[in-house]
T-cell receptor
C-alpha cells in the first residue's frame, strides 16, 4: 500500500528565512504533485513533477523530485506572510489513483 | 472558463438521511475523484472514476455511493450508513496520463454537517 509522509506537519518561520518541506513515499512512482490550501478553501495546484530529477520553480517556491530516493522537496526561499497556508504533496499510484500526504501547515511570522 | 463546480457549498443533514453532493466539470477530463477532508487532516480518497460507467472504491468508500453516467458529472451520495459524515468534501478531475497532462484540478468543495 502506498504511504505518503510529509514532514514537518507544522512549520512556523520568520519572514525572510529559508526552509524545506519533505515528502517521502513508499512505492515506486514517477508522478508527484504539490498543492496549496488556504483555510476553508479548496486545493490550488502548485507543481507537477513527472520524472526523476525534475525541478520546478515559481516565485519563492521550488519543488524537486528524486524517484530513486522516493523523495520530493518543497523549498521556500525568503518566506513572506502570503505563503502561510497548508501544503500537500500527492503521489500517483498509477492509473490516476492519487494519495495525499497529511499536509504541512506553514505559518510565516513577521 | 473551464473548471469544476460543486454544489451546494454548505449542506446540513439530519441523521438517517441520504444526501447527494453534485460535481460537474467542463474540462473534458476523463478521470474524476471524490476526497474527504476532516479538520486539520489530509485528503482521503472515497471513490474515483476513470471513464464513464466505471468507478473504483478508494480507501474510505463505506457509506458512500457514486455514479458516472456522463463524462462531466460525478455525484456522490452520502448514505445513512456513513456514521460520521461531517467533513469537507472535495471533487477533482484529471486527464488520463498521456493525453495532454495529468494535472488534477479541484472543485471549491462542499462542507457537510450532520445535525
Amino acid at each position: 500500500e502506498l504511504k505518503v509522509e510529509q514532514n514537518p506537519l507544522f512549520l512556523s518561520m520568520q519572514e525572510g528565512k529559508n526552509y524545506t518541506i519533505y515528502c517521502n513515499y513508499s512505492t515506486t512512482s514517477d508522478r508527484l504533485y504539490w498543492y496549496r490550501q488556504d483555510p476553508g478553501k479548496s486545493l490550488e495546484s502548485l507543481f507537477v513533477l513527472l520524472s526523476n530529477g525534475a525541478v520546478k520553480q515559481e516565485g519563492r517556491l521550488m519543488a524537486s523530485l528524486d524517484t530513486k530516493a522516493r523523495l520530493s522537496t518543497l523549498h521556500i526561499t525568503a518566506a513572506v506572510h502570503d505563503l502561510s497556508a497548508t501544503y500537500f504533496c500527492a503521489v500517483d499510484k498509477g492509473n490516476n489513483d492519487m494519495r495525499f500526504g497529511a499536509g504541512t501547515r506553514l505559518t510565516v511570522k513577521p | 472558463d473551464g473548471g469544476i463546480t460543486q454544489s451546494p457549498k454548505y449542506l446540513f443533514r439530519k441523521e438517517g438521511q441520504n444526501v447527494t453532493l453534485s460535481c460537474e466539470q467542463n474540462l473534458n477530463h476523463d478521470a474524476m475523484y471524490w476526497y474527504r477532508q476532516d479538520p486539520g487532516q489530509g485528503l482521503r480518497l472515497i471513490y474515483y472514476s476513470q471513464i464513464v460507467n466505471d468507478f473504483q472504491k478508494g480507501d474510505i468508500a463505506e457509506g458512500y455511493s457514486v455514479s458516472r453516467e456522463k463524462k462531466e458529472s460525478f455525484p456522490l451520495t452520502v448514505t445513512s450508513a456513513q456514521k460520521n459524515p461531517t467533513a469537507f468534501y472535495l471533487c477533482a478531475s484529471s486527464q488520463i496520463p498521456g493525453q495532454g497532462g495529468p494535472l488534477m484540478i479541484f472543485g471549491p468543495g462542499t462542507r457537510l454537517t450532520v445535525l
